[in-house]
Every structure is written in C-alpha cells, then in structure tokens.
C-alpha cells in the first residue's frame, strides 16, 4: 500500500484561508496532461473526541509534492466515509478505495 498524507487545519472555523490556498496547489497539480484518477484530495470533519471538529485534509500517494508543499504528514489512507472530495475526479474515489 501507498502512503498517504495528512493535514490538520485545526478549527473548521478558522481554517478556510489554509484550505483554500491547499484547493489551489492541488487544482494546478491535478490539471493537464498530470491529471489522472490517482490525483486526489479530500477533506474531512473529525472531532477524535473533542469538543470542536478539526479539519483534516487527506492527499492520495500521487499527491506527494503537494502534501509534502504544506508539510503533510504521513499516515494510513483514511476510511472513505464522511470525506469530501476537495480536488480531483470523482472517479478518483472508486480508483483509491477500491
């Protein structure tokens, strides 16, 4: 398996600036003759027993230059529940959680 990466943005409320700039990295990343299904970002609400949720935004192994961009983390691929697709296809869920 292919190491995945992670961000926590912190506080949902707070973290739309981070998140937006993280959109357009991986927007040019996954444009043009780079584009493929394995090129994929998504985003979920996690609260691991907190009061408030974090944001946590995942990156596919094929997104490494932009995970490692914004000092991502290494980690497992997440479960697919509850996650948003932030950038990439839409096939891109069936390719990478197959």
């Known amino acids: 398996m292919k190491t995945w990466f992670v961000s926590n943005l912190g506080d949902a409320m707070l973290a739309q600036d981070e998140l937006d ?3 357009s990295l991986a927007s040019a990343a996954c444009s043009g003759s780079d ?3 394995a ?3 998504f ?3 996690e609260s691991e027993g907190q009061l408030h949720c974090d944001l946590k ?3 596919s192994p ?3 230059d932009t995970a490692q961009q914004v000092d991502a983390t290494p980690c497992n691929r ?3 529940e509850g996650l948003g ?3 990439g296809e839409e096939s891109s869920r069936e390719k990478l959680f197959e």
């Open 62 to 64: 094929a997104m490494i």
């Open 21 to 23: 700039y993280i959109r």
């Open 78 to 80: 997440p479960s697919p």
């Open 85 to 87: 697709l932030l950038v």
């Open 35 to 37: 584009a493929s299904a």
């Open 43 to 45: 985003m979920r609400h």
């Open 57 to 59: 935004v995942y990156f």
């Open 39 to 41: 090129k994929a970002v």
